[in-house]
C-alpha cells in the first residue's frame, strides 16, 4: 500500500479482556516496528520484525504482550488480559531495511483504552 | 544507555519568528540522530535526519539542525514559524546500526500565535 496501515485506530476494551491490533506496512519493506505512546511513558520501542522473524523483543513490557508476522507483510500485535496501564496509542512503522540509518515511516496509530 | 532530552515540553512563537527546539543526547556511540513531528491524530513524519555526514542538516518544511558534538545537541531550527508548523515535535537517537531502535524526547509542543 502507499502508507502503512492500523486496525483498529480506537479501542475500547474492558480490563481482562485481550485484544489485537493490526499493522500493514508498505509494500516491499521488510522491517517492521512496533512503538507504543503513553502519557506517562512517552514514546517507546516495543519489538521489530525482518521478514517474519522477531529478532528483538526486548521492549515488550510484559509476557502478556505479543508480536507475529505473516508472509513477511501483516503483522498483528496482541495484548492478553489487557490492564489500565496498556491504554497508549500503538505505532507501527516499516522500513525498506535494516540500518541504523533508515527511515521510518509511520502508520496513524490504534488508540487502545482499557476501563 | 542512550537517552535524548528536549528542554521545554512546550513553545510557543511568534507567526514569522524564529523557531527553536532543543534537544540533547547522550550516547556512547556515534548516534544517528533524527527528528520527527507528529500533528494531531496522525502518526510520526521524518523532519531531517544526521547519519554523520554533514553536521548541518536540512530537512523539510523549512526546517535544518546542526549536530554538534561538543555539546551533544541536535537543535531544530525555521527562521521564520508558520501557522502550519503547530505540533508536536520528538528527536530522536539510535545506536544501532542494524535496526531502527529508536530512543525518543519527551517530546515539546509547538504553538504559534497569530
Known amino acids: 500500500g502507499a502508507g502503512v496501515s492500523q486496525s483498529p485506530s480506537n479501542k475500547v476494551t474492558e480490563k481482562g479482556k485481550d485484544v489485537e491490533l493490526r499493522c500493514d506496512p508498505i509494500s516491499g519493506h521488510t522491517a517492521l516496528y512496533w512503538y507504543r505512546q503513553s502519557l506517562g511513558q512517552g514514546l517507546e520501542f516495543l519489538i521489530y520484525f525482518q521478514g517474519n522473524s522477531a529478532p528483538d523483543k526486548s521492549g515488550l513490557p510484559s509476557d502478556r504482550f505479543s508480536a507475529e508476522r505473516t508472509g513477511g507483510s501483516v503483522s498483528t500485535l496482541t495484548i492478553q488480559r489487557t490492564q489500565q496501564e496498556d491504554s497508549a496509542v500503538y505505532l507501527c512503522?516499516?522500513?525498506?531495511?535494516?540500518?541504523?540509518?533508515?527511515?521510518?515511516?509511520f502508520g496513524a496509530g490504534s488508540r487502545l483504552t482499557v476501563l | 544507555a542512550q537517552s535524548v532530552t528536549q528542554l521545554g515540553s512546550h513553545v510557543s512563537v511568534s507567526e514569522g519568528a524564529l523557531v527553536l527546539l532543543r534537544c540533547n543526547y547522550s550516547s556512547s556511540v556515534p548516534p544517528y540522530l533524527f527528528w520527527y513531528v507528529q500533528y494531531p491524530n496522525q502518526g510520526l513524519q521524518l523532519l531531517l535526519k544526521y547519519t554523520s555526514a554533514a553536521t548541518l542538516v536540512k530537512g523539510i518544511n523549512g526546517f535544518e539542525a546542526e549536530f554538534k558534538k561538543s555539546e551533544t545537541s541536535f537543535h531544530l531550527t525555521k527562521p521564520s514559524a508558520h501557522m502550519s508548523d503547530a505540533a508536536e515535535y520528538f528527536c530522536?537517537?539510535?545506536?544501532?546500526?542494524?535496526?531502527?531502535?529508536?530512543?525518543f524526547g519527551q517530546g515539546t509542543r509547538l504553538t504559534i500565535n497569530p
Open positions: 512503522a516499516s522500513s525498506s531495511g535494516l540500518s541504523g540509518a533508515n527511515v521510518l515511516t
Open positions: 530522536a537517537v539510535n545506536v544501532d546500526q542494524g535496526a531502527q531502535k529508536l530512543v
